[in-house]
């Protein structure tokens, strides 16, 4: 295992880093200092979005200005909060979604991320069915219009937005059905969901066997990777609180071990310290940390 190491940008533009986001450069600037090989876009103002960027040569001076702090890119994480898949027409999301792959393409991004928008929520079952069989149709056209440009769509699943138990996880990936559509593995999230199940709605759905059982349930499907520890607790009672790593409840030596079959061939790995006010000095510290553990594992 040999990854390279990005930071996901989001994590100094919300939470504690709302009412003053650092600039785009400064991030850059911290993260080729910090050790990264990479960052991963969050695609809110004021970093990059097709609106900041419109044209393709604004994007090939983004694209260079990135390299030139030896940096690449492992993905980028754009807004859909106006048009929720599994609710909105799929022109609507599809309109959205292309302007998009032409931001990723232009800048060479080969990975996007999406999530379902809508919040958990409990639903009679004729519901449950349309709205996740209009999420699976979406995210399929979806897929094609991404595979057409080279761009692969990553699902991150998390206790924050509809659909967040490791069945529906499964089904949902299955009921998509296409090779350009992956899922997002986040192991803060992932514990949450499937350890503390945090957020379900109905029957809880727990798996025995931690964030590596549930791993292992989506190996097939995996396509993008991001670390974080969990203690075990919601940030503001909606999402995976991104603790510090060492200082929650994953066993990352243990967890690369038994999975390194599925992470080890992800170019790329992302470490996330959203909604996190020590971000910087913790990100500093990440670098050395996991490649620590990827030591460990070997080892092992």
Request: aromatic content about 12%.
């Amino acid at each position: 295992m040999n990854p390279k190491l990005s930071i996901g940008s989001w994590a100094f533009a919300f939470g504690p880093f709302a009412a003053a986001p650092w600039p785009f450069e400064r991030v850059l600037e911290y993260a080729a200092q910090a050790g990264y090989d990479g960052v991963e876009i969050n695609g809110f103002a004021p970093h990059p979005t097709p609106d900041s960027h419109p044209s393709a040569a604004s994007r090939r001076e983004l694209r260079e200005r990135i390299r030139a702090h030896g940096l690449g890119i492992s993905g980028y994480a754009p807004d859909f909060a106006k048009v929720p898949p599994d609710l909105c027409p799929q022109r609507d999301y599809l309109a959205q979604l292309q302007a998009y792959l032409d931001f990723c393409v232009d800048l060479e991004i080969g990975t996007i991320r999406v999530d379902t928008v809508s919040p958990p929520a409990e639903l009679a079952a004729t519901e449950y069915e349309a709205r996740f069989a209009r999420l699976a149709d979406t995210w399929r056209a979806s897929a094609e219009l991404a595979a057409a440009r080279g761009v692969r769509i990553v699902w991150e699943f998390e206790p924050g937005f509809w659909l967040n138990k490791p069945g529906e996880v499964k089904r949902l990936v299955e009921a998509v059905g296409h090779p350009a559509f992956r899922v997002l593995f986040d192991t803060s999230h992932a514990y949450m969901s499937g350890v503390a199940g945090a957020r379900q709605t109905g029957e809880r759905e727990t798996l025995p066997g931690g964030i590596i059982e549930y791993a292992d349930l989506l190996r097939d499907t995996i396509g993008h990777f991001h670390l974080i520890d969990s203690d075990g607790t919601l940030h503001d009672d909606e999402t995976s609180t991104h603790a510090e790593f060492g200082a929650g409840r994953i066993d990352f030596p243990a967890f690369l071990a038994a999975m390194e079959p599925v992470v080890a061939p992800l170019e790329w790995w992302c470490v996330d310290y959203c909604f996190n006010a020590q971000a910087e000095e913790w990100g500093r510290r990440a670098v050395p940390f996991i490649r620590r553990a990827i030591g460990e594992a070997k080892r092992r």
